[in-house]
Nanobody, 114 residues
Framework: QVQLVESGGGLVQPGGSLRLSCATSGSIFSIAYMAWYRQAPGKQRVMVASITSAGRISYVDSVKGRFTISRDNAKNTVWLQMNSLKPEDTAVYYC????????WGQGTQVTVSS
């Protein structure tokens, strides 16, 4: 089983930045793709960023130019750098790993408020 441990969430003012981390068990080379999802209250959980084992990256339109997903294979960690945060970015953020099956992190709360 793939274990995902997320950290880095918190309260930040609009325009601020946060960096989320997703630490995985074992080598992430064995994981076909990883992604960050978010779920706001009353909303469907949606993918905001993903990165494949081949290095292909995608973002939802609303975060393009502000969020950056990256991978550190030596540390078995996937990051989500979030800049220029907006109140509408407020959500629980989840790490997802896809291999033979899908695995979810526990989620970390991101709140953007003045």
């Amino acid at each position: 089983q793939v274990q995902l441990v997320e950290s880095g969430g918190g309260l930040v003012q609009p325009g601020g930045s946060l960096r989320l981390s997703c630490a995985t068990s074992g080598s992430i080379f064995s994981i076909a793709y990883m992604a960050w999802y978010r779920q706001a209250p009353g909303k469907q959980r949606v993918m905001v960023a993903s990165i494949t084992s081949a290095g292909r990256i995608s973002y939802v339109d609303s975060v393009k130019g502000r969020f950056t997903i990256s991978r550190d294979n030596a540390k078995n960690t996937v990051w989500l750098q979030m800049n220029s945060l907006k109140p509408e970015d407020t959500a629980v953020y989840y790490c997802f790993a896809g291999r033979d099956s899908g695995y979810w992190g526990q989620g970390t709360q991101v709140t953007v408020s003045s």
